[in-house]
């Protein structure tokens, strides 16, 4: 079976110490060998060889949310994430895969978003009253779940951003992350060659993601070149004045914050969001989860496992929960698929982004 994509040194490299075990969100729910990153990587090492013998490899490797908590304690090395997507792909090319990678496919195939809306993208920017400005320095890219499911966000980022002379992309279509994850690869890059040429028209030099999904893969998976690709937070970060300027300021709340996996882990970005939150409610009143960083326990939304394995991915995000400390009024994220699993687990404590933190603090001010 010809597995392309996947990293033949480093499918061997796994020497199933078990140390992956430990920290796997799959197998910290399940209990299952098959379900953990040591037990996914001797099924694919047994797919790639050629000795796949029934539709069970399926859960072995479509429970794997791509979280990449693994790569971080692996002392070989090894960044099973690849080899997970690697073998979906090689599956994939074969025809083998489940309905609901095939249904995420088509819906993304006939909608260019993952959530089947046939309206305008640029929806939410009905009745603001915002003006885009041409041939932006710096373009927000808004992602397909803030698009459609949570257009108040999208339009309280670019509230921000449209005043610090920020545009957007004029045919923005999902940027392709779930296709990448699922193993479509032919069908991703159509969707990134129309993205691509879209960023290209706009004549901008920055990206700024408002996903954490998207960012990852605008980041490492798109060819940017001379083009800066950034988190709202990054950027926010970095205009502090201009956020200061345009009223924001103080509220006397006590908050967590909750790494998403693709921004964090993947890419590094852990400061930026938390320096922001201190910047509005004081760096005593940030406390602190009890995984957090680049040990931070994933919600269990990503990698497709949520369409395909609900009952999973909510487990996992009532896990997470435990994590958050007492006494605080807010969880914060910076990435909607994130916000949208932890708040689907129940919990009693509200789940925000952090774009509403700051418009409610601008809002104070």
Same mark, same amino acid.
């Given at each position: 079976? #010809?597995?392309?994509?996947?990293?033949?040194?480093?499918?061997?490299?796994?020497?199933?110490?078990?140390?992956?075990?430990?920290?796997?969100?799959?197998?910290?729910?399940?209990?299952?060998?098959?379900?953990?990153? /040591?037990?996914?990587?001797?099924?694919?090492? *047994?797919?790639?060889?050629?000795?796949?013998? *029934?539709? #069970?490899?399926?859960?072995?490797?479509?429970?794997?949310?791509?979280?990449?908590?693994?790569?971080?304690?692996?002392?070989?090395?090894?960044?099973?994430?690849?080899?997970?997507?690697?073998?979906?792909?090689?599956?994939?090319?074969?025809?083998?895969?489940?309905?609901?990678?095939?249904?995420?496919?088509?819906?993304?195939?006939?909608?260019?978003?993952?959530?089947?809306?046939?309206?305008?993208?640029?929806?939410?920017?009905?009745?603001?009253?915002?003006?885009?400005?041409?041939?932006?320095?710096?373009?927000?890219?808004?992602?397909?779940?803030?698009?459609?499911?949570?257009?108040?966000?999208?339009?309280?980022?670019?509230?921000?951003?449209?005043?610090?002379?920020?545009?957007?992309?004029?045919?923005?279509?999902?940027?392709?992350?779930?296709?990448?994850?699922?193993?479509?690869?032919?069908?991703?890059?159509?969707?990134?060659?129309?993205?691509?040429?879209?960023?290209?028209?706009?004549?901008?030099?920055?990206? &700024?993601?408002?996903?954490?999904?998207?960012?990852?893969?605008?980041?490492?998976?798109?060819?940017?070149?001379?083009?800066?690709?950034?988190?709202? #937070?990054?950027?926010?970060?970095?205009?502090?004045?201009?956020?200061?300027?345009?009223?924001?300021?103080?509220?006397?709340?006590?908050?967590?914050?909750?790494?998403?996996?693709?921004?964090?882990?993947?890419?590094?970005?852990? *400061?930026?969001?938390?320096?922001?939150?201190?910047?509005?409610?004081?760096?005593?009143?940030?406390?602190?989860?009890?995984?957090?960083?680049?040990?931070?326990?994933?919600?269990?939304?990503?990698?497709?496992?949520?369409?395909?394995?609900?009952?999973?991915?909510?487990?996992?995000?009532? /896990?997470?929960?435990?994590?958050?400390?007492?006494?605080?009024?807010?969880?914060?994220?910076?990435?909607?698929?994130?916000?949208?699993?932890?708040?689907?687990?129940?919990? *009693?404590?509200?789940?925000?982004?952090?774009?509403?933190? &700051?418009?409610?603090?601008?809002?104070?001010?």
């Amino acid at each position: 079976m #010809s597995f392309a994509k996947v990293d033949k040194r480093d499918l061997y490299r796994c020497v199933a110490c078990g140390n992956c075990r430990s920290v796997c969100p799959a197998f910290e729910q399940t209990g299952r060998e098959s379900k953990n990153t /040591r037990g996914r990587i001797l099924i694919i090492r *047994d797919a790639y060889e050629g000795n796949l013998t *029934d539709d #069970s490899v399926f859960d072995s490797i479509n429970t794997c949310t791509t979280c990449g908590y693994c790569a971080v304690t692996c002392p070989a090395g090894v960044h099973p994430p690849d080899l997970v997507e690697g073998a979906r792909s090689g599956l994939v090319a074969k025809g083998l895969m489940t309905p609901t990678q095939m249904k995420i496919r088509d819906t993304v195939a006939q909608y260019s978003n993952t959530l089947g809306n046939s309206e305008s993208r640029l929806g939410w920017l009905e009745g603001t009253e915002l003006t885009v400005p041409k041939n932006p320095k710096a373009v927000y890219f808004v992602g397909c779940l803030d698009a459609y499911r949570y257009p108040e966000t999208a339009v309280s980022t670019y509230q921000i951003l449209n005043q610090m002379g920020v545009g957007l992309l004029e045919d923005e279509k999902c940027c392709a992350s779930p296709l990448l994850r699922l193993g479509f690869v032919d069908e991703a890059e159509t969707l990134m060659k129309h993205n691509l040429d879209q960023i290209k028209k706009s004549s901008a030099d920055m990206i &700024i993601a408002g996903c954490a999904g998207c960012y990852n893969t605008l980041k490492n998976n798109y060819t940017l070149d001379g083009i800066n690709v950034v988190t709202v #937070s990054e950027y926010l970060i970095s205009h502090l004045d201009d956020l200061k300027k345009a009223g924001l300021g103080k509220l006397d709340l006590k908050v967590t914050y909750h790494d998403p996996c693709h921004s964090g882990r993947h890419n590094n970005v852990f *400061d930026e969001p938390r320096e922001l939150i201190y910047e509005i409610v004081g760096k005593d009143n940030l406390i602190e989860m009890t995984a957090i960083r680049e040990k931070s326990r994933c919600c269990g939304g990503g990698g497709g496992v949520r369409s395909g394995y609900n009952d999973l991915s909510l487990a996992m995000a009532k /896990r997470r929960l435990e994590d958050v400390p007492e006494g605080v009024d807010y969880i914060v994220t910076t990435c909607p698929l994130c916000l949208r699993n932890l708040r689907d687990a129940g919990g *009693d404590i509200p789940v925000i982004d952090l774009i509403e933190l &700051i418009q409610t603090a601008n809002n104070r001010s």
